[in-house]
């Protein structure tokens, strides 16, 4: 047993069974541990996982002197499960934080990048893939084809990514799957994109974002909360819409929504009673 001028630091996610006599402080990035998310879509082995943790932590909580979170919407989160009696701190932190902002690139990318969109995220049910892509079938029926790449891993992933090769076949998308990359890599393709596109549904912190602007990349992603914890982006969108994220993509490609043909009353009964005849 720990000492009581010791520190104990605990990253993963979880408190110790049993109280310490040390300070412990644990730091938590998975959301789903503290979120109500329903874990439908994930392979039984992983719910399981999934639920004896969140026991875990709620059972345990207590035994932990501080959490440490790294964004706001994470704290607040948090903060209902432990009913505002554990301190929570928001401490962001990534391998290098020169570069970033949150607002708008001061450098536009030309158009003949190696791909329009890039979406840097593994193939977990939040991460909304199939969404994406749906949106992306959107665009082909009116004419658009933007070229999209991926990061899905094949062999952890391979329904999702046969479902991709489905779409891809069927409506001519323009998507390319390069698989699973390590952070040099990540880091090296967002030099060969023109924009970030990311549609998840929630995210503990969404590193991506950060490493977007630290790209220099404009980024169309979910208007939700995780999302402005970290920036402000060029295009949002209502993730739980394909069609609001094709939108967001036209109109950051410059495609204007036709305006409604509005009519008066006389034109409206005009035309039902064209169709009548």
Not at 87 to 113: H, M, T, W
Not at 193 to 200: D, E
């Amino acid at each position: 047993m720990s000492p009581p001028s010791d520190l104990v630091l605990c990253f993963g996610n979880l408190p110790p069974l049993f109280k310490l006599r040390g300070r412990t402080v644990v730091f938590i990035q998975n959301r789903y541990l503290i979120d109500n998310t329903i874990l439908n879509g994930f392979p039984l082995r992983i719910r399981l996982r999934l639920v004896m943790e969140r026991l875990w932590l709620s059972k345990k909580m207590f035994n932990a002197d501080e959490f440490v979170v790294q964004t706001q919407t994470m704290k607040r989160i948090l903060e209902n499960k432990t009913r505002g009696m554990i301190p929570i701190r928001v401490l962001p932190f990534v391998g290098e934080p020169v570069g970033y902002a949150r607002g708008a690139p001061q450098i536009s990318k030309p158009n003949d990048c190696d791909f329009d969109f890039i979406y840097v995220a593994s193939g977990e049910p939040h991460k909304n893939h199939r969404r994406l892509i749906e949106a992306w079938r959107l665009l082909a029926e009116g004419g658009l084809f933007p070229s999209l790449c991926l990061t899905l891993e094949e062999d952890r992933f391979t329904e999702l990514c046969r479902e991709i090769e489905v779409m891809q076949q069927q409506f001519g998308l323009q998507i390319t799957n390069i698989g699973g990359l390590c952070h040099s890599e990540v880091l090296a393709l967002y030099a060969r994109a023109r924009a970030v596109i990311y549609p998840s549904n929630f995210e503990s912190f969404g590193l991506p974002l950060i490493e977007a602007r630290q790209a220099n990349l404009p980024v169309l992603a979910s208007e939700l909360d995780y999302v402005r914890d970290v920036l402000d982006p060029e295009q949002t969108f209502d993730p739980e819409s394909s069609i609001s994220i094709a939108r967001a993509v036209k109109r950051f490609m410059g495609q204007d929504e036709p305006a409604l043909p509005l009519l008066d009353a006389t034109e409206f009964l005009t035309s039902i009673l064209k169709k009548a005849k």
